[in-house]
């Protein structure tokens, strides 16, 4: 049942703005989801308790943070707009879970603040709604991050929730797929349109899910030889991999004879193209070529 004091209510975010002189900032991809049933699925995908600790990125004026503070233990949020930071205060008033971070989620010390608002506790969520302009690099900020970060519901663009949870031989698989998988079992959840947001953005939004492995999906000598060498085998997508790889390390015989045994020996014909690779393949191959090096 939606509560009528919900924050993402039509009525009462614009009563919000209206109050707090809000003007939206397009270059801060600020689209404020206005729709409580939505964010009620969000919250449900993410199957919060008592016990997670969530850490949220651009609580905008709350409409999401409010659902994490009534089901979950703690909640952190980070939100670069010193403007939003007064009506935060306002709208989180009946929260004592939540604590606002006025800061950038990439240049902040999440680590840190984490550990100041969690404690020692681990098993740490991220429930976000992105903001579409730098969706990639934070993605890979808390991917690449020493948090235990366990699972992450994040809402962006559907074109980039669909590269980030793509199979191989598909249009949408890349290194970006490579890199999420690498770390986290993905799967799209829902998707959302466009109406649900004030501004509307130009396009619809996906749900994502990732739960993070035990262990990376492949076991790899050095992550970033690997993480290069799929990105390499993108460079020209519609080229084979065999010149993809020339491009990057060189055509000198030694380079060719390096490429040929390592390739021969991960079991890879070199006329296939990067995308028709799996991750397991392109970790044996990286494996291949540093033995080989
Ligand atoms: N959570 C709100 C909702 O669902 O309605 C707002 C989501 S809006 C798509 C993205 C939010 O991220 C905005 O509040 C924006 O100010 C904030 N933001 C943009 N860049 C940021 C950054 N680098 N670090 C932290 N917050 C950021």
Redesign the pocket.
């Known amino acids: 049942m939606t509560d009528y004091k919900d924050i993402?209510t039509p009525n009462r975010t614009r009563e919000i703005l209206k109050k707090h002189g809000f003007s939206f900032?397009k270059s801060?991809?600020?689209?404020?989801?206005?729709n409580p049933g939505i964010?009620g699925e969000i919250a449900e995908t993410a199957e919060l308790t008592k016990d997670d600790n969530v850490i949220?990125?651009?609580?905008?004026?709350?409409?999401?943070?409010e659902h994490l503070a009534r089901d979950a233990g703690k909640v952190l949020a980070?939100?670069?707009?010193q403007r939003?930071i007064p009506v935060l205060e306002d709208t989180l008033s009946p929260y004592e879970n939540v604590t606002v971070i006025n800061?950038?989620?990439?240049?902040?010390d999440i680590v840190s603040e984490s550990e100041k608002v969690f404690g020692e506790a681990k098993d740490i969520k991220v429930v976000?709604?992105?903001?579409?302009?730098?969706t990639t690099p934070?993605m890979i900020h808390l991917l690449m991050s020493p948090l235990d970060i366990k699972t992450m519901v994040v809402?962006m663009q559907k074109e980039v929730a669909d590269r980030m949870s793509a199979k191989p031989s598909t249009k949408a698989y890349g290194s970006l797929s490579i890199a999420v998988q690498y770390y986290m079992e993905a799967s799209l959840a829902f998707i959302v349109p466009r109406t649900a947001?004030v501004p509307q953005p130009n396009v619809d939004s996906a749900i994502i899910k990732l739960e993070k492995r035990d262990t990376p999906l492949v076991d790899v000598i050095d992550e970033e030889f690997f993480f290069d060498l799929t990105r390499s085998a993108f460079q020209q997508r519609r080229k084979t991999l065999w010149n993809n790889l020339l491009n990057r390390f060189g055509k000198s015989d030694e380079v060719k004879e390096w490429l040929e045994v390592s390739l021969q020996e991960a079991n890879i014909d070199p006329k296939r193209r990067g995308e028709s690779l799996s991750i397991e393949e392109f970790g044996a191959l990286a494996n291949a070529l540093i033995k080989n090096k």
């Open positions: 993402a900032k801060l991809g600020q689209n404020f989801l206005t964010l949220e990125i651009g609580p905008g004026i709350g409409a999401l943070t980070f939100e670069i707009d939003l800061e950038d989620i990439l240049e902040a976000a709604n992105l903001p579409y302009y730098i934070i809402m947001f």
